[in-house]
């Protein structure tokens, strides 16, 4: 049997050695029988051993390791056709004799024929095919319309590169089988060549909350809560590198090797985060979290089973009244999302201003400064802080406060805010329950380099913080507020909270999903005494209210 061994490059370079029995060096040194142009590829980064009608590859110890999928190899392992390896950012595939039409062939004769059923773009030969005419796209935009690209806004940017495609399908140089459908051929193409590739369809789905791309060829979402494989793949790890910086460039960000992290957000708000070679050992790695397209209400947490309706009563008149509210939870729990809810509870009569790494709160009041931080240059400055921005926002006159998220020094400076007549300010907190995050929080304030008592940082926490909301990601995927508490003050060296609901979980569905009710705990907070002394009628009656079973019917959101 004959082997043919197809290698893909960063650049998007492609070709194809046949593989005769013995052994093959993979590497960067000439010597290589296999020659790898890739700064991640070592001298002699792996070995291929061709025996008996079967292939087999090891690592030779080199510095970024082979990867069969997603394992690190070090000893020998079969190397069949069909299996992806990835050498630094260069990937081989393996083939055999009958599968040869599928490796490259000079453009002027190249032909790719499909099957008799129509292809999806989970199909090798498809995914073949918009590659080489992705590959040929670029390749005539740069030479024809380079001088003008630059110039176009998105709209137009998507017609020069339909007009396009479309030159190269009619130039006769790609046979395109009939089984394929011209029109998604063309969308596809254009989507990776200008746009987001395979993961635009997924921005549309409201459905979809969560888009993770681990390398060119894996992509997950996460649908009404659960992660699932799409099965969709990109061109290549240069097409996917391109799209990376298509959508961090606007922003004033960059990524390449020298800053290989980078956070940033979509022109609809969603939050993106990429990581690249050398760090992500996978590829470009991307995520993105989604956001609603329309405007979420409270009533749509009530009917997500995020929290129930005293609940809801109680933090409106919370937000109406001032009161500092931070909300905790993991990553994934749905902290933005209630954040932007409460939100909506603010007068528009009130001047707010926000503060976040990578702005995607959505506040709907009139009055509202969004700052953002930012990160230093090429040369290492120009770095804007959250505590910076913090500081400067006390000089804005704001009425309040609201950080996307306190995750270092900065809240000191938001604590001394709500401490010095910013009340009603907002913000939220990564921590596994309401008392940790009260922890987390003393920490925050050491790392901003001022040294001062433990028993100081918790007066000054005891003093700002009114309410803490903590929220949590459950394991059937539903995302539910489990704590509301009030900070009560101090007794001795210990902060006091009285917890005012709370939610109960009483086991599981025939679905598979969480059975529980929320519940309050009998007990009104302490502010409702001054509320009272001022004329207002605060329902006492909300904290002995007892939920019946949860039966929410979607998710609620990220945060």
């Known amino acids: 049997m004959v082997f043919t061994l197809r290698i893909r490059t960063t650049a998007g370079g492609a070709s194809t050695i046949k593989l005769s029995p013995g052994l093959y060096c993979a590497g960067s040194d000439e010597a290589c029988e296999i020659r790898i142009d890739d700064p991640y590829v070592s001298r002699r980064h792996a070995e291929l051993r061709v025996a008996g009608g079967q292939v087999s590859l090891r690592d030779l110890g080199s510095t970024n390791g082979t990867r069969m999928g997603r394992e690190a190899i070090t000893g020998w392992h079969d190397f069949t056709p069909g299996t992806i390896v990835s050498l630094g950012t260069t990937a081989l595939e393996l083939a055999t004799e009958a599968r040869e039409q599928l490796l490259p062939v000079p453009v002027a004769s190249r032909s790719i024929h499909g099957e008799a059923i129509g292809m999806t773009p989970e199909t090798p030969l498809f995914r073949e095919l918009k590659r080489e005419v992705h590959s040929q796209v670029l390749e005539y935009l740069d030479l024809h319309r380079r001088a003008q690209m630059h110039a176009l806004n998105q709209e137009e940017l998507r017609g020069e590169a339909l007009e396009a495609v479309r030159a190269v399908i009619d130039s006769g140089r790609i046979e395109i089988p009939g089984a394929v459908s011209r029109d998604r051929l063309e969308r596809e193409v254009v989507a990776e060549a200008v746009g987001l590739g395979v993961i635009e369809g997924f921005l549309e789905d409201e459905e979809i909350s969560e888009i993770m791309v681990n390398g060119p060829d894996q992509v997950y979402v996460e649908r009404r809560g659960v992660i699932e494989p799409t099965g969709m793949r990109f061109t290549g790890t240069a097409s996917l590198l391109n799209i990376i910086e298509r959508i961090v460039t606007p922003l004033g960000r960059r990524i390449d090797e020298g800053s290989p992290m980078v956070d940033a957000r979509l022109p609809d708000g969603s939050r993106v985060n990429a990581v690249i070679p050398p760090l992500s050992l996978v590829g470009p790695a991307l995520t993105i979290r989604k956001f609603s397209s329309r405007r979420l209400g409270v009533a749509d947490l009530v009917s997500n089973g995020t929290l129930s309706p005293p609940m809801a009563e109680f933090l409106e008149l919370c937000v109406r009244h001032r009161r500092n509210i931070v909300v905790s939870g993991g990553t994934g729990s749905g902290k933005t999302t209630t954040l932007n809810v409460l939100s909506n509870f603010v007068p528009e009569n009130e001047r707010i201003v926000t503060i976040e790494d990578a702005a995607e709160l959505r506040l709907h009041q009139a009055h509202v400064v969004s700052l953002e931080s930012r990160p230093p240059n090429v040369e290492g400055r120009g770095a804007v802080s959250i505590r910076d921005l913090v500081r400067n926002a006390l000089r804005m006159r704001p009425d309040r406060i609201v950080v996307g ?155």
């Open 405 to 559: 998220e306190c995750r270092g020094g900065e809240a000191l400076d938001m604590l001394q805010a709500m401490n010095t007549g910013h009340d009603g300010s907002l913000t939220t907190g990564h921590a596994n329950a309401p008392r940790d995050f009260l922890s987390r929080l003393e920490v925050m304030v050491l790392m901003s380099g001022i040294e001062l008592p433990i028993r100081a940082i918790r007066e000054q926490i005891a003093s700002a913080v009114d309410i803490i909301i903590h929220q949590s990601r459950f394991s059937d995927g539903r995302r539910r507020i489990t704590a509301i508490v009030e900070v009560d003050g101090m007794e001795g060296d210990v902060i006091l909270l009285q917890e005012l609901f709370r939610f109960q979980q009483t086991g599981r569905r025939a679905d598979g999903g969480i059975a529980g009710r929320f519940r309050g705990c009998g007990q009104a907070p302490a502010f409702y005494t001054e509320l009272e002394q001022a004329g207002e009628t605060p329902r006492r009656g909300l904290f002995g209210e007892l939920d019946d079973d949860l039966e929410p019917d979607g998710f609620g959101g990220h945060g």
